[in-house]
């Protein structure tokens, strides 16, 4: 789920 | 969470805490771009849609409360607070933001990662903040006297995406797949967008002189 981890940001 | 991130958001966070207080205290705005504000609040009312459905820290959602309270309660005290309204000046703040908008909303729809709803809503978010800051230079530009707190906040906003790009090399060289170009060219687009505002701001810090942008 690569596409997430940037989701986790703000 | 890194120490570039971390680093980040609290640049990002002493930015909005830095025009809040300009405007709270000093009950003025001048100098600030309303369309800017109006772009910001857009930008994080479409980056934080997933709020309520997705949970990753405490920290996580604070902070986006914090920024999607900030944003548009300074929307609200430069349009309808009695006092901060009057200084705001409306002739010189008249970049078309709404020109800005659209082409993101386009891109956003034309490149992505995913075509859902929330993932189109959230590419377009990462285009317009990488632009927002546009009518705010401009006006920075037309108005001579920079007071000290907005150009702050300028230099501030403009430092956390920075420190964001070290984040995503930082995560690059970490974590395995961590790959998220849109991401990383509307970050560096953003930040490049500040490379003069720097430069000046730079000079007239280093120069101990009141800070000029050329017209």
Known sequence: KDGSAAKDEL | MNIFRLAGDMTHLASVLVL???????????????????LYAIVFATRYLDIF????????TL???IFLGSSFSIVWYMRYHKTVRRTYDREQD???????????????????????????????????????????LVLLQR????????GQYVFLL???????ILNWIYR????????HWITWIAGLVQTLL???????????????????LPA
């Open chain 2, 20 to 38: 809040l207080l300009k405007i709270h205290t000093i009950k003025s705005c001048a100098g600030v771009s309303l369309k800017t504000q109006e």
């Open chain 2, 53 to 60: 459905t997705s949970f990753y820290s405490i920290y996580n």
């Open chain 2, 63 to 65: 902070m986006k409360l």
């Open chain 2, 94 to 136: 008249t970049f078309r933001h709404w020109f800005l908008v659209l082409p993101c909303l386009l891109l956003a729809l034309l490149i992505h990662e995913k075509f859902t709803f929330l993932e189109v809503l959230w590419t377009f978010s990462l285009y317009l903040e990488a632009v927002a800051i546009l009518p705010q």
């Open chain 2, 143 to 150: 108005t001579r006297n920079i007071d000290n707190l907005t």
């Open chain 2, 158 to 164: 403009g430092g956390y995406r920075g420190f964001y």
């Open chain 2, 194 to 212: 500040y490379a003069d505002f720097f430069y000046y701001y730079f000079q007239s810090w280093k120069n101990n002189k009141k800070l000029q």
């Open chain 2, 172 to 179: 690059y060289l970490t974590e395995p797949h961590f790959v």
